[in-house]
């Protein structure tokens, strides 16, 4: 690959792996794409992608402020030419960094028309637009969206809307948005349902709601099948924010409602960091419930804020968290068909075009050392061979029967009674964290 035209990141050139002990800011430390880990090379554990809407579309501006970030691919005042800037600002800051993914929105590409004609139409030329940038770099796209949440017509929801007509909108967005991801070769699509939920119980029927939101992802698995999409459509728990409850509450609740639904076959989950500690429970919980429920498909990268309550999409940083979830990861044997998609928006006051590059170039380092790190646990700390003696009760004999179905609970009253009171068993969770800590 020829090295990529400098236009929006001119202080920037390609970004190389120099090591731990480097002094450059515009390095790698950890990452190096083919460096081997548990036989497979960092990439192939990763497929790192950029998020168009954060990195691209996303200008600083909160609810008391609007955004200081100066984003010179926005200033041509026509929507298409606007949008193959902001794809050149895209290719140059991707090819720079090394990333060979990203992820979209529809309306991330480009904005909106005011018309379904008219949206269809500017889909179209940005999409012939990217399909060269991506042939010319190998880049490739890891999942598509649709965006069923940022337009007004939303506010009630999109699929579980209680308007008919807005739910053949969305329906109409979401066949433009598979059109695009197909055209794109996208490996992957991703339902993320932000307005998918209730504001009020009071005015909503809720079993109705779920049936048709179950009906509308069975009606776009079948499109996107009878089209030629071989990729896996995932969903994104998320428990609130922006509606007060969303159906797609956490990785437990959508795996419950994918297997009621007869989905299981077509759908899997992408874990949000900042998702899963919004519901309450810590990422590794998350990947080691859709893990468990062979639907663990792709990881959306952040953080949040330990005293913030809201989703404050940061960098990714912490090391002993990513070391936990890598460790979830390595055990299921990877992501099933995903990667790591950096959900992540720069700090309001990092204006500097180069904090693009800071923010991802950790973010990827950190999960490079935190694979790392859990590939060590695994194989020298011992932890694997603890964990399954803990179970080992289980392993032979009447556990062994029992853990097959075998033993009826009169069987359980009766040997309780024959064997008396059980040893304790420490569950030693200091040591485990010390085994962990060890590598980290
Ligand atoms: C919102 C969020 C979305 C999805 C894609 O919290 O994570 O950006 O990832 O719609
Ligand atoms: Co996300």
């Known amino acids: 690959m020829s ?36 036989g497979r090379t960092l990439h192939e554990h990763f497929k790192f992608a950029c998020a168009y809407w954060h990195a691209f579309g996303n200008d600083g501006s909160d609810p008391f402020g609007r955004g200081p970030r100066p984003m010179k691919w926005l200033r041509a005042a026509d929507p298409v030419e606007r949008a193959r800037d902001k794809m050149d600002a895209a290719f140059e800051f991707m090819a720079k960094l090394g990333l060979r993914h990203f992820c979209f929105h529809d309306f991330d590409l480009v904005d909106e028309g005011v018309s379904l004609s008219e949206s269809e139409q500017r889909l179209q030329l940005i999409t012939d637009y990217a399909l060269e940038k991506m042939n010319e770099t190998g880049i490739g796209v890891l999942w598509g969206t649709a965006n069923l949440f940022s337009h007004p017509r939303y506010m009630n929801g999109a699929a579980t809307n209680p308007d008919f007509g807005v739910v053949s909108w969305a329906g109409a967005q979401v066949k433009n948005a598979l059109d695009a991801t197909i055209k794109l070769g996208g490996e992957n699509y991703v339902f993320w349902g932000g307005r998918e939920g209730y504001m009020s119980l ?36 998320k428990p609130c924010e922006p509606s007060k409850h969303q159906y797609d509450y956490d ?48 990881i ?46 720069l700090r309001r006051n990092s204006t500097d075009a180069e904090d693009l590059f ?13 694979l790392i790190a859990a590939d060590r646990v695994r194989r020298e700390s011992g932890i694997e061979e603890l964990r399954r003696e803990r179970y080992e009760s289980f392993d ?30 420490s569950g030693k969770q200091e040591l485990y964290e010390n085994l962990v800590n060890r590598f980290v």
């Open 202 to 237: 009071l005015n909503t029927d809720m079993r109705r709601e779920q049936d048709h939101l179950a009906r509308f992802l069975q009606s776009a698995r079948d499109y996107a099948r009878e089209n030629g999409f071989t990729g896996t459509f995932f969903i994104e728990p």
């Open 396 to 425: 032979a004999g009447a556990g062994n029967d029992f853990a097959q179905g075998n033993l009826s609970l009169s069987e359980l009253h009766k040997r309780a009674h024959d064997s008396g009171e059980p040893a304790m068993t």
């Open 300 to 345: 959306d990268a952040n953080r949040g804020d330990e005293q913030n309550g809201w989703d404050t999409d940061q960098f990714p940083n912490n090391l002993y968290e990513l070391t936990q979830a890598m460790l979830v990861i390595l055990r299921a044997g990877g992501l099933q068909g995903g990667g790591v998609n950096f959900d992540a928006k």
């Open 358 to 370: 800071h923010a991802h170039i950790g973010g990827m380092d950190m999960f490079a050392r935190a």
């Open 251 to 298: 990785a437990a609740t959508v795996v419950g409602f994918l297997r009621h639904y007869d989905l299981a076959d077509d759908f899997k989950l992408n874990i949000e960091v900042n998702h899963a500690t919004l519901a309450g429970h810590t990422f590794q919980h998350e990947l080691q419930v859709a893990a468990d429920a062979g639907m663990l498909g792709s």
């Open 3 to 38: 090295s990529p035209e400098t236009v929006y990141f001119p202080t920037v050139s390609t970004i190389q792996y120099e090591g731990p002990e480097t002094d450059n800011p515009f390095a790698f430390r950890y990452y190096q794409p083919d460096h081997r880990v548990a």
